[in-house]
Structures are given as C-alpha cells and as structure tokens.
C-alpha cells in the first residue's frame, strides 16, 4: 500500500504527545496467543512502516522502540486527558487477556498502536466504552507540554468499515503551524473487542515557502494564494492520512470477521 512521501521536520516538543497523561493503568491482562494470531499483518500498514508485537502495558509513553517520551504538562479541560491514555490505561477493569502491536514510521513520523482484548466484560461493553460521549466534552481542548500549547480538539468520525456498535474519534492539534493529529477507532467482532489509533505528528507536511511562491508564480505577492496553497496541501495530506487509517481499519476488521 502506498503510503506518503513529505519532507518531516523534527519535532521534538510534539513527540511527547505520544505519551499518556490521563488515568492510572490497572492490571494488563494476559497475554493470550489466540488474540495475538489476530494481530494485522506487516502487510496491513502502510509502505514504510516497522511493526512489532507489544505488551499492552508497554504501549503508554513508548514509540514502539522503546524509547519513552517526555511529560505532557497538562490537558485543559482536565477530564480530555483520557484522550491520551493507551495501554492498560486505555482498558475497561475486568478484561482478562489481550494482544497488541505497534506500527512505526520515522517519515513521516506516524504510529500505529492495535490492541485486542477478551474476556471479562459484560456483553453490551465497548472498548473503550468512555470515547462515547468524549468528543462531545471535548471538542476543544489545550495541551500544554515543555511550555508550547497545543490547541484543537475531538471530532467523531464514521466508516464503512466500522462493526455494528464501533466508533471513531479523530483529534486536531496546531499551534503556529505545527499540527498534530490522532484517530481512534474501536469496536466488537464476537467476543474480541478492539482499538486501532494513529498518531500523525506532522500532519500538515512542512513546506518552503518559496515553494509555495513557485506555485503561485503568476502573482508571486499574492500571500493569499500562498496560504490557500499551503492549506490545501494541508487538507491533502489529512485526506491521504484518513484514507491510510480507512484501509488499515478495513483490514483489521476483516481479519477479526475472518478469524474470530
């Protein structure tokens, strides 16, 4: 599968937005084979990226190489902090056994964290069941890490590939032109349920402005054409990076249906 080709920046102050600041993890549950059998192929993520089986209580703070990251200072309001949490973090009390892995791209700088749990939950239960109404109390929000602050918030999405009952959350964070975004999608196939999240840490690809100037060449002044070119590569890269997650979701829920 195709995958993205932009020129990456470092970002070493939103590379810390990987890191959960929400609730306290509980217990992990046990690894389970059968739920590992279940885990997407490489063959499932984009052209370019190094996946890896992980434990679930490995997933917060980590970028699937085991590199932890620094401390997000804060998330306004406080209870929008949950939308960071992975892991164990991430989980309803009560499941008993799980399987994870990770995806990780370095260009652009993007990860994937897949997560399957069974057992323990009643039968109308969602993983994790508080995204539900979470985009509505947060649909503007401010993180503050390292003295930078990030403003945006969650929007719920829907997809085709969706199972009955699943859902999906997509989040936007910008301050002076350096964007991040995150998506979340979780739902039920049988007795497994499941959450699939990205993390997209140069969502608006970095761009020269005189390259922007060589497009709008006819009126090389024009800065209105320079921004609109700018947002539109913007709009673009989001697209192609919702198309991306649309086919890894597609391919997760497949393989559950397949396989469960």
Known sequence: MPSRHRVSPALPTLTALVLAVGCAPGPAPSPSE??????L?????????????????ELDGRDGTGVSHPTVDGVEPAECARAFDEGAAALPQGVTEGAAQVAVSTTPPVRYSYVLVSGGLREDATVPGWWDDLA???S???????GLELRGGLTEEDSPYLPDGGGMVAMDLAHNGMDMSARVAWGRVGDVRFVLRSRDLDAAPSVST???VDTCVEVPTDFDCVEEERDSRAAQARAEAAEEFGAVL??????LEEGV
């Open 136 to 138: 509505d109390r947060c």
């Open 140 to 146: 503007a929000m401010t993180v503050v890490m390292d």
């Open 34 to 39: 059968r739920l590992e059998a279940l885990l």
């Open 210 to 212: 005189p390259d922007l």
């Open 41 to 57: 192929d490489p063959g499932a993520y984009p052209d370019g990226f190094t996946v890896e089986t992980a434990g679930i209580d």
């Open 250 to 255: 597609f391919r997760a829920v497949r393989t």
